[in-house]
Each structure stands twice: as C-alpha cells, then as structure tokens.
C-alpha cells in the first residue's frame, strides 16, 4: 500500500537547522509531486513547499529562501533542509504525495508526520 514516512524532526534553537526526510512506498514515486506540509498547535494545515518529478521546488513565502526541498528519484526519497529556524516555525511536518493543488483539495495520502520544536 502507499505509505510515507517522515523523520529527521527534533528540537533546535532558533537560527538552528535541520533535515527531515520522507521515505515513500507503495507507488510510482517519480510520477508524483511531493509535498511537505505542517501544522502548528492550534493552527490549519499550511502548505510549504513541492517538488516536482525533476526536483524542482516551489515553496511558500514563509519559508522561501530559507528551507529547500530535493528529491532522489533512485530511492524514493524527498528531504527538506530547514535553514534559519524560527519559532513560529514550530510545527508536526508531513510529506504528502502529490503537489500544492492536490493538497489544496484536501483529498491526500501523507504520512504520519515529525515534530520540529524550536524554541531556546
């Protein structure tokens, strides 16, 4: 079956980095968008970036500049690397298959998600 499965999150300082990775299974990977999506305590689903079936990323103004999204197409993988981390951008992070207008329907396969705190 289709499965996703995100690691990587953690805690950090502000300012601080981190990587998380989705590992996906269970479907054509390389004919998907891939997405990362996250929710913060009290807050809706947000958005935050795709990649495309190349690799390339479309991100949202709030992490733009900041997090990178890369895919490897040879082992089912997406990663995110999260630069200049921030508070508010603490949150449980989901990779997602499909890109920003499949989540947009809100009708989508993710995973079950990494928590990142940051915070000093």
């Known amino acids: 079956q289709v499965q996703l499965v995100e690691s990587g999150g953690g805690l950090v300082q502000p300012g601080g980095s981190l990587n998380l990775s989705c590992a996906a299974s269970g479907f054509s990977f390389r004919q998907w968008y891939i997405s990362w999506v996250r929710q913060a305590p009290g807050k809706g689903l947000e958005w935050i970036a795709d990649?495309?079936?190349?690799?390339?990323?479309t991100y949202a103004d709030s992490v733009k500049g900041r997090f990178t999204i890369s895919r490897d197409n040879a082992k089912n993988t997406v990663a995110l690397r999260m630069n200049s981390l921030r508070p508010e951008d603490t949150a449980l992070y989901y990779c997602?298959?499909?890109?920003?207008?499949?989540?947009?329907?809100?009708?989508?396969?993710r995973g079950q998600g990494t928590q990142v705190t940051v915070a000093s």
């Open positions: 990649a495309d079936n190349d690799g390339t990323g």
């Open positions: 997602v298959r499909g890109g920003y207008n499949t989540v947009l329907t809100g009708t989508y396969v």
